[in-house]
T-cell receptor, first 112, second 113 residues
């Protein structure tokens, strides 16, 4: 059973566009939702994260929108650049030493 | 953020030999570290959860006698792939937890010939 569903699997946008990646979760015990960016041959880098007590969080060009009632959250990348081309993973975790539950990833290509 | 290092970044070994991969949290103490394996164009697959001073908890299907994990201190965890075979070739990534945040190392590319 996949606990975090991520879509789309891949995404192509033009430079300056706003790609949106969506995730849905099932476990209501999750209380921390990070997004990771991964370039080929590198480890994932923590990009931005949100807790369910807020509906939106912005850091630079990256924004997370969170809908607790729908159990959905999404990543928006403003003014996307070719350097943003990477694989993005959403994740969720609950308290304690439990591991992150990852989505399957979205391969983003930003074309000039 | 926080920094997690991994060594080596890539390694080639012959079938039947063992390989050790080190993971260090450089600027924070991590009571919990995780080891992942990633196949091309796929998500991260959790192999085991490691708590300092105790035995690692392995995910279903991961052979604990083949993938030995030691978490000797709050800043160091090691993964040893014993009697490696070509099917063990993969990208191995460690991760360390700091509060809720989980930071990943740069990964180790293992090729078994």
């Amino acid at each position: 059973q996949q606990q975090v569903k991520q879509s789309p699997q891949s995404l192509i946008v033009q430079k300056g566009g706003i790609p949106i990646i969506n995730c849905a979760y099932e476990n209501t015990a999750f209380d921390y939702f990070p997004w990771y960016q991964q370039f080929p041959g590198k480890g994932p880098a923590l990009l931005i994260a949100i807790r369910p007590d807020v509906s939106e969080k912005k850091e630079g060009r990256f924004t997370i929108s969170f809908n607790k009632s729908a159990k959905q959250f999404s990543l928006h990348i403003m003014d996307s650049q070719p350097g943003d081309s990477a694989t993005y993973f959403c994740a969720a975790v609950s308290q304690g030493n439990t591991p992150l539950v990852f989505g399957k990833g979205t391969r983003l290509s930003v074309i000039a | 953020g926080a920094v997690v290092s991994q060594h080596p970044s890539w390694v080639i070994c012959k079938s039947g030999t063992s390989v050790k991969i080190e993971c260090r949290s450089l600027d924070f103490q991590a009571t919990t570290m995780f080891w992942y394996r990633q196949f091309p164009k796929q998500s991260l697959m959790l192999m085991a959860t490691s708590n300092e001073g105790s035995k690692a908890t392995y995910e279903q299907g991961v052979e604990k006698d083949k993938f030995l994990i030691n978490h000797a201190s709050l800043t160091l965890s090691t993964l040893t792939v014993t009697s490696a075979h070509p099917e063990d070739s993969s990208f191995y990534i460690c991760s360390a937890r700091k509060s809720y945040e989980q930071y990943f190392g740069p990964g180790t590319r293992l090729t078994v010939t």
